[in-house]
């Protein structure tokens, strides 16, 4: 057995051994809890989002769209109570319970927007997933899925009115509409197109293979963008290095939304880089530098997650974190630099 296989099992073993220390859980966790935790997640950005196409100045400007936030307060709720209990179940508990009754009183937008945000963070650091494609997407192939599976209800441009729009309730979203799209990440419209959204006529494309389901996603995102904006981006882009390192792998690419981005870059970079990353994500350095960046990012809340006394679920991101990170990159390192491939793989399990 070789050096890394042998490390590889050592780290895996040494994993299970410190899950088996843990306090144990009222039940064994179902198989399914990742789509759960998905699924709530998502339910969580739908309403940081949309809360405000219901509510306004403290008065309901649509009375569907509110009785829908409504449900899904409701919902997320009860699909956290369906969750494996962690550490962090009694907080999120309030959170949602906190959240529930914001919409409820018909709290500001802002106000929910940001408990919203902040239950999703936690859900994610609770129950670890996956946030990114395994490769650049094909855009061409989004495109093409699009027209055959979107257009009819969506629109040819993503505008929202397609020849079945009308006959449906609620309307389709336009997804073209920059407003609501910038607060929208990559991989929340993956995770839409994938479960759809109860209440709506938005079906779960669920069957679709992964890579296609980020291919539409891919697509949509370029949607409310322009082509001077992408002019503009690959301008930035290309001639500032700290752009650069703002988005420096597929996983912060998709994890990241233009709002976001604009509380660091300001509104009209966060706008010009978001039109050009998501219309050209080859852009992105997705070879050793972007798995060294998964690594650093899931090291990084392994211990954020240990300072929060949340020992089960630091074991999971530091195992991703070798996993996802550094394993891929494993032979290229040993090749090229044999003894600071030790040194990492020493650190890694250190």
């Not at 998905?38 to 009375?63: C, F, M």
């Not at 369906?82 to 009754?101: I, W």
């Not at 006959?167 to 990440?185: D, F, G, W, Y």
């Not at 959204?197 to 322009?226: C, H, I, K, Q």
């Amino acid at each position: 057995m070789s050096r890394t296989s042998r490390f590889r099992s050592a780290i895996v073993i040494v994993g299970l051994m410190f899950l088996t220390l843990l306090p144990m859980a009222g039940h064994a966790a179902p198989p399914d809890v990742e789509s759960r935790a998905r699924q709530l997640w998502q339910l969580l950005d739908y309403l940081a989002v949309d809360y405000g196409g219901a509510v306004h100045d403290g008065a309901v400007v649509s009375a569907s769209e509110f009785a829908e936030m409504q449900e899904f307060t409701a919902a997320a709720q009860a699909q956290l109570a369906e969750l494996p209990h962690v550490e962090a179940t009694p907080a999120m508990q309030q959170q949602a319970a906190a959240l529930r009754g914001a919409v409820a009183d018909k709290a500001a937008a802002t106000a929910v927007s940001a408990k919203a945000r902040a239950m999703a963070h936690d859900v994610l650091q609770a129950y670890p997933f996956p946030m990114a494609p395994a490769s650049v997407p094909d855009l061409q192939r989004g495109a093409a899925l699009f027209q055959a599976r979107c257009a009819a209800c969506h629109g040819a441009q993503g505008g929202g009115d397609g020849p079945l729009a009308a006959s449906l309730h609620p309307r389709p979203t336009a997804l073209s509409q920059h407003e609501r799209a910038s607060q929208r990440s990559l991989f929340a419209l993956q995770q839409i197109i994938g479960n759809g959204v109860e209440s709506t006529a938005m079906p779960s494309f669920n069957a679709l293979p992964e890579a296609d389901r980020w291919a539409l996603a891919f697509y949509v995102g370029t949607l409310p963008y322009t082509i001077a904006d992408k002019v503009a981006g690959e301008k930035r882009w290309h001639d500032d290095p700290g752009a650069r390192q703002t988005i420096a792998s597929l996983q912060s690419l998709t994890q990241t939304s233009e709002q976001a981005l604009a509380q660091r870059l300001g509104e009209a970079d966060a706008r010009a880089l978001s039109a050009y990353l998501r219309a050209k994500p080859d852009a992105l350095d997705t070879g050793a530098a972007g798995h060294t960046s998964v690594a650093r990012t899931k090291l990084a809340q392994s211990v954020d997650a240990v300072r929060a006394n949340d020992r089960s679920t630091a074991n999971k991101l530091a195992l991703s974190a070798y996993l996802d990170g550094f394993e891929p990159i494993e032979p290229m390192l040993a090749a090229r630099d044999h003894a600071l491939f030790e040194k990492i793989e020493a650190g890694m399990m250190a």
